[in-house]
Nanobody, 129 residues
């Protein structure tokens, strides 16, 4: 069974930092063959891509998090991370980890939710105002 399990969420003060983890298991291929991303959804906004990372370490970032959020990966643990700094109340939401085979991703679409096939259940991050 394919699983993407997020962890590290919770309540964070404004201006604080938090690191989310996403551990993958059961993927139909090697971990390094996948593009893995983080997405955020709120009652007010549709699910949107925040950042993604591919097997060679290249990362992609949405404008709203550039300079604040950074992705990294640990292939030995089949885990990716999202380091979030200078958090703002508007960063509050449910954060999802997702993956798809890199070979199926068209250049320029790395942050589009619709191109990802495998999803975690999401984890809440709340930034106090």
């Amino acid at each position: 069974e394919i699983q993407l399990v997020e962890s590290g969420g919770g309540l964070v003060p404004a201006g604080g930092s938090r690191r989310l983890s996403c551990e993958a298991s059961g993927l139909p291929g090697e971990f390094g063959e996948f593009l893995i991303g983080w997405f955020r959804q709120t009652p007010e906004k549709a699910r949107a891509g925040l950042a993604a990372i591919q097997g060679d370490g290249r990362t992609y970032n949405a404008d709203c998090v550039k300079g604040r959020f950074t992705m990294s990966s640990d292939h030995a643990r089949s885990t990716v991370y999202l380091q979030m700094n200078n958090l703002k109340p508007e960063d509050t939401g449910v954060y999802y980890c997702a993956a798809n085979e890199l070979g199926e991703i068209v250049g320029g679409q790395e942050l589009r939710p619709e191109v990802f096939d495998y999803w975690g259940q999401g984890i809440q991050v709340t930034v106090a105002s």
